[in-house]
């Protein structure tokens, strides 16, 4: 496809806005990391539910669509801390989340039942796997947020990593940073190969993705990712770590990609939302970090202990 220079300086104008809002939400603090994500939590579940309607053409009620959302914010909390409590300024005042997710339950068995328009099977089917999609994704990214050896409101400063007998120190936003970085560095260069030199449609699912694109992605964002990791923060050894971490997002990564846009596909829409122009809505934004969060989840607990 032709390169249109309206269209990158477009979506160039918008991704530096947003740089700046996901760097604010990942770097300040515990918190603007809690709520930044609280909120894509919240508008992906809100384009999911738009989705789902245009699919089965169906009208789902505003009630229930909040009920959904809510037990779905709930899920993501219990994920994000798997001691079922969060901690707000010390251990002594706690909120145990566990039975706030019960009460979630009834009130949406509630809500179903008084659900005057009737919702194909299907549709259920694909709503509950929303939670699986989006809550249990997002649930996980904030698990990896220090990786969980501390309550979210201690006060940290640092994680570890133990790799072939060496422990590295980084900050607790160290992971989830390495995900986005990665992600971004992807889809850059997907985009500027595949309109430069992209000739081989990948898949019919999403027309504009090219071969040349997502391969040329996948290899430089790895390549990126080391040189970074390697040569600008003297990562040493772990760079080789991160270099795999990048291949897992990146690959994952275009999986996401494409499960977006046979969503949006099947609702016969172009983008799910209008937040960011060039860019679409909350889940054209994360629809890589969305399936490639529960990979990267499963390499660094079991791999870089």
């Not at 809002?21 to 992906?44: D, E, Y």
């Not at 909040?66 to 709930?74: D, N, P, Q, T």
């Not at 990896?144 to 607790?172: E, M, N």
Request: charged share 15%; hydrophobic share 50%.
């Amino acid at each position: 496809m032709a390169f249109n220079w309206q269209t990158f300086k477009t979506r160039t104008l918008t991704a530096i806005i947003f740089v700046v809002v996901m760097l604010a939400g990942l770097l300040i603090n515990r918190w603007t990391f809690l709520t930044l994500f609280s909120i894509i939590h919240f508008g992906c579940w809100w384009e999911y539910l738009k989705l789902t309607e245009k699919i089965y053409n169906t009208k789902i009620d505003i009630a229930i669509k909040y009920v959904l959302m809510s037990i779905g914010f709930v899920l993501f909390l219990l994920i994000g801390f798997p001691n079922d409590t969060m901690y707000v300024g010390s251990k002594d005042g706690s909120f145990n989340f566990k039975w706030l997710f019960y009460l979630f339950i009834i009130i949406c068995i509630a809500a179903i039942f008084f659900q005057n328009k009737k919702i194909p099977l299907r549709a259920k089917w694909l709503l509950a796997l929303g939670f699986i999609y989006i809550s249990l994704s997002l649930g996980l990214l904030i698990s990896l947020y220090a990786k969980q050896r501390y309550s979210f409101g201690d006060q940290i400063s640092t994680t570890d990593i133990h790799l072939h007998d060496t422990v590295f120190v980084v900050p607790p936003y160290f992971y989830p940073a390495s995900i986005i970085a990665s992600l971004w560095i992807n889809d850059t260069m997907a985009y500027i190969i595949g309109s430069l030199i992209g000739k081989t449609q990948m898949s019919k699912i999403s027309p504009k993705k090219t071969w040349e694109g997502t391969i040329g992605g996948i290899v430089l964002s790895i390549v990126v990712i080391f040189l970074l990791s390697y040569f600008v923060f003297h990562f040493g050894i772990l760079s080789y770590a991160l270099m795999i971490l990048a291949a897992i997002v990146s690959i994952t990564g275009t999986f996401g990609d494409l499960l977006e846009s046979k969503l949006k596909r099947m609702a016969n829409v172009k983008d799910s939302g209008h937040i960011m122009p060039g860019h679409g809505g909350f889940l054209d934004r994360f629809d890589s970090l969305l399936i490639a969060t529960p990979f990267v989840w499963v390499y660094v607990y079991f791999f870089l202990q």
